[in-house]
């Protein structure tokens, strides 16, 4: 028995896998990984792979980034944790600062969490608490977008919208109004990416015109709807949507969770369409894949409204491990390599080179609505076989790759430290992966 054989059988027997069918796992998975490095993962039998999905988004710089890594020693030489209420301590303080001036000082002030879904259920409860404690308590209703995905716990999966994730649930769920998507692959002959924002813009409205006053925030994924398909927008949706929210008053909510930390070309996505949102959630790339946390940053204004005497009026919500040193530490390291590295300018460069060695796989007749933002790259197979994603993957793997499609959309969203020639072989296994998919057909 290979060490590989050996860990997946255990895995199977004691550890329930996230999203996956135990039954139909087959019998080459789960992959069982005992080392990383840079985008290269590594299985027990010392094959590898590289991770072009930077583990579920997360591990920006690749495996075992050594400056984040040091970041984390140095602070288990000081302080591991300590509790939030009550205490605080410089690596929180200083990562409060630095990402509300990353905000431009609009977002003043940071809640800590451990995971997305988290930060998610913080931005809808202090929104909801906001207008109660403005005395308008009829406004706890929230506004998602077609395709939308939030997270999956309980409130979370209320203003998610994949059909998959909800059906099961849906007796436990709050759910949200969903209104169309600004995704531009929703353009008419002759239309733009930018017309469809303008639409999607406009069926909001009048959405907010309805029911503003029962409504208390419009949740966004700003520019690239990630886990619904990589379903990319105009910026335009997002300074219109911050118009409408503004005029209505309704909070905005940009769930930056996947696409914060440079991953569509700016720090924050939604700097491309020259807006604040009153609710910033982060979390995914923020320690680089090195420790959970997640971040809400709010306005002072909002921040401000639940001061006053008595418990009640103060925001209740709180997660053991919030505020963790070593997860603060991480994100710091995080925040030094855009102070110092040029990462954002890096890796437009670098996109620009992808790009052209992705043409042969963008012009493939199977391929369909080839796109791009920033470091997120994906196409539809519109054609895709029975069991594709299933194959697809499989194929991948064979190459070297690990890639994972949504559904019958494949994306490349891969740590920013990749090269050429790790991009070229990533471009090359997609291929093989498609050749294998259709082979059967
Ligand atoms: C992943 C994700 C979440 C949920 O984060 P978890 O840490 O998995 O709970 C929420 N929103 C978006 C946009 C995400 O991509």
Same mark, same amino acid.
């Given at each position: 028995?290979?060490?590989?054989? *050996?860990?997946?059988?255990?895995?199977?027997?004691?550890?329930?896998?996230?999203?996956?069918?135990?039954?139909?796992?087959?019998?080459?998975?789960?992959?069982?990984?005992?080392?990383?490095?840079?985008?290269?993962?590594?299985?027990?039998?010392? @094959?590898?792979?590289?991770?072009?999905?930077?583990?579920?988004?997360?591990?920006?710089?690749?495996?075992?980034?050594?400056?984040?890594?040091?970041?984390?020693?140095?602070?288990?030489?000081?302080?591991?944790?300590?509790?939030?209420?009550?205490?605080?301590?410089?690596?929180?303080?200083?990562?409060? +600062?630095?990402?509300?001036?990353?905000?431009?000082?609009?977002?003043?002030?940071?809640?800590?969490?451990?995971?997305?879904?988290?930060?998610? +259920?913080?931005?809808?409860?202090?929104?909801?608490?906001?207008?109660?404690?403005?005395?308008?308590?009829?406004?706890? @209703?929230?506004?998602?977008?077609?395709?939308?995905?939030?997270? +999956?716990?309980?409130?979370?999966?209320?203003?998610?919208?994949?059909?998959?994730?909800?059906?099961?649930?849906?007796?436990?769920?709050?759910?949200?109004?969903?209104?169309?998507?600004?995704?531009?692959?929703?353009?008419?002959?002759?239309?733009?990416?930018?017309?469809?924002?303008?639409?999607?813009?406009a069926a909001l409205e009048q959405h907010l015109?309805?029911?503003?006053?029962?409504?208390?925030?419009?949740?966004? +994924?700003?520019?690239?709807?990630?886990?619904?398909?990589?379903?990319?927008?105009?910026?335009?949706?997002?300074?219109?949507?911050?118009?409408?929210?503004?005029?209505?008053?309704?909070?905005?909510?940009? *769930?930056?969770?996947?696409?914060?930390?440079?991953?569509?070309?700016?720090?924050?996505?939604?700097?491309?369409?020259?807006?604040?949102?009153?609710?910033?959630?982060?979390?995914?790339?923020?320690?680089?894949g090195f420790l959970p946390l997640s971040v809400?940053?709010?306005?002072?204004?909002?921040?401000?409204?639940?001061?006053?005497?008595?418990?009640?009026?103060?925001?209740?919500?709180?997660?053991?491990y919030t505020g963790n040193p070593l997860a603060?530490?991480?994100?710091?390291?995080?925040?030094? @390599?855009?102070?110092?590295?040029?990462?954002?300018?890096?890796?437009?460069?670098?996109?620009? @080179?992808?790009?052209?060695?992705?043409?042969?796989?963008?012009?493939?007749?199977?391929?369909?609505?080839?796109?791009?933002?920033?470091?997120?790259?994906?196409?539809?197979?519109?054609?895709?076989?029975?069991?594709?994603?299933?194959?697809?993957?499989?194929?991948?793997? *064979?190459?070297?790759?690990?890639?994972?499609?949504?559904?019958?959309?494949?994306?490349?969203?891969?740590?920013?430290?990749?090269?050429?020639?790790?991009?070229?072989?990533?471009?090359?296994?997609?291929?093989?992966?498609? *050749?294998?998919?259709?082979?059967?057909?």
């Amino acid at each position: 028995m290979s060490a590989n054989t *050996d860990l997946i059988a255990r895995s199977r027997r004691a550890v329930w896998h996230p999203a996956t069918q135990m039954k139909t796992l087959d019998a080459a998975l789960p992959l069982p990984i005992v080392r990383g490095d840079g985008p290269w993962l590594f299985d027990a039998d010392g @094959r590898r792979y590289l991770d072009a999905v930077s583990s579920w988004w997360v591990n920006l710089f690749g495996h075992r980034d050594a400056g984040i890594a040091a970041a984390i020693r140095a602070q288990l030489d000081r302080l591991e944790h300590v509790i939030l209420a009550g205490c605080t301590h410089e690596p929180v303080v200083v990562l409060s +600062e630095r990402l509300s001036a990353a905000t431009g000082g609009a977002l003043g002030h940071a809640f800590d969490a451990s995971d997305g879904a988290s930060a998610t +259920e913080i931005a809808m409860k202090m929104s909801a608490h906001f207008w109660r404690n403005a005395g308008r308590a009829g406004k706890h @209703r929230f506004v998602a977008l077609a395709g939308g995905y939030h997270g +999956e716990t309980a409130g979370a999966l209320g203003v998610t919208d994949v059909p998959l994730f909800r059906a099961a649930y849906e007796p436990l769920l709050h759910p949200a109004a969903v209104l169309p998507s600004p995704d531009a692959r929703g353009a008419q002959p002759g239309e733009t990416a930018e017309t469809v924002a303008i639409r999607a813009a406009a069926a909001l409205e009048q959405h907010l015109a309805a029911h503003a006053d029962t409504t208390a925030a419009l949740i966004v +994924e700003p520019l690239v709807q990630c886990a619904g398909g990589m379903a990319m927008h105009h910026p335009r949706f997002l300074a219109l949507a911050r118009a409408l929210c503004t005029a209505h008053d309704v909070h905005l909510i940009c *769930d930056e969770i996947a696409v914060g930390f440079g991953r569509t070309g700016t720090l924050f996505a939604h700097e491309q369409a020259g807006i604040r949102p009153d609710f910033l959630c982060l979390s995914k790339g923020i320690t680089g894949g090195f420790l959970p946390l997640s971040v809400v940053l709010s306005t002072d204004a909002i921040h401000d409204a639940f001061l006053g005497d008595g418990a009640a009026r103060g925001f209740l919500h709180s997660h053991s491990y919030t505020g963790n040193p070593l997860a603060c530490a991480a994100a710091l390291a995080v925040l030094d @390599r855009f102070a110092h590295d040029a990462v954002l300018t890096t890796n437009a460069a670098k996109a620009a @080179r992808f790009d052209a060695i992705a043409a042969p796989l963008a012009a493939d007749p199977r391929v369909a609505h080839w796109r791009r933002t920033g470091m997120i790259w994906a196409f539809d197979v519109p054609a895709a076989p029975r069991g594709f994603g299933r194959t697809f993957a499989q194929a991948a793997r *064979d190459a070297g790759v690990l890639l994972v499609p949504l559904g019958r959309t494949v994306y490349f969203m891969p740590p920013y430290v990749i090269d050429d020639a790790e991009f070229t072989l990533m471009v090359v296994a997609a291929r093989h992966a498609l *050749d294998r998919c259709f082979a059967s057909t």
